[in-house]
């Protein structure tokens, strides 16, 4: 039991490559491209499932066949359900190529623990060297299950540094000079270095601010569409950026409301007026909710034809957020 859950504390842990921000990378747990096909994708899965299948692991030791399973339910098998069906994995493509799109024109800072990974940054033919290093690391990827979590971290850096090349993104080498140019202006010219460092920093400012707008617009799109899984990443991410834009605080308490998240949408409301009094989208946020959680409790007001008696809770669900907030009842 304790190797189990270890085992799962562990998985959560993967915080390289796409993982690192917040995404499950289903093409680094298979090990195919980004851009594989259907056959490839299911040629690929039932060669893993082979070698995780218990007939496969009647030799290895308890903890081996404990372990094999746990990647197969958890890991390999959810990423073959994503990516076998054309429609769940046009969707997942489709959040893929913003996220790229996105760290692009955020020009955020990629940290690179590989080598692969790094030459890839540097390569002129991406394509043929991303290809050849998943094909070669497809080969042995779940030979030793005890670096399985490794080797799929190592390809999730590999799918980041493609998908941000593609996108338009230059890991130029000559970052290095101009921090040192930088550097040296700071030593000979001590007011002409603080003028420049002030200078940039409004651009970062700028800059920032031109990246929030864009999340909120995004977020914005995609909750007409009903899409708020995807809208409340576009706005974690903006938070990240701007922990403290009461507006990004109050959209995300407006999608974890659709949600039917009350906690979370409180504390983002709370956060949102904390930082902006007159926000009104959270105090609107806040006034719905203080109004459910009064039906909930029978502590709200009764209307004229409301009876002398509170009636008992309804237990099965079927008001809810939604029925009690924006009409209609949640079946």
Known sequence: MEKLFLWRYMSLKIERGLFKFDFIDYHAVLCVPVDADSKEIRKRYLKIARR???????????????????????????????????????????????MGKRLVQESASVDLSSEPARQLAAVPNVEQLYRSAITKISETQYENLSQALKIIAYVSELNLVYLMRTAGKKFASASAPAAT????????TGQSAENTQTTSSQHTTNKEDANVAQYLRRAQELMLK???????????????????????????????????????????FDRALQLDPNDKEASEGKRKIEQFLGQKSGTAKPTASSSTETKPTDKSGGGGLFGGLFGGKKK
């Open 52 to 98: 995780l299948h218990p007939d496969s692991c009647a030799s290895a030791s308890v903890e081996e066949k404990q372990l094999a399973s746990e990647l197969l339910s958890k890991l390999v098998n959810p990423a073959y359900e994503k990516l076998s069906q054309d429609k769940s994995r046009t969707e997942y493509m489709v959040v893929l190529s913003q």
């Open 181 to 188: 140019s930088t550097t040296k202006a700071k030593t000979n």
């Open 226 to 268: 009903n899409q708020f899984a995807q809208a409340r990443i576009e706005l974690q991410d903006a938070i990240k950026l701007a922990p403290n834009n009461s507006r990004c605080h109050s959209a995300i308490g407006v999608v974890y409301l659709k949600q039917n998240q009350i906690t979370m949408a409180k504390v983002h």
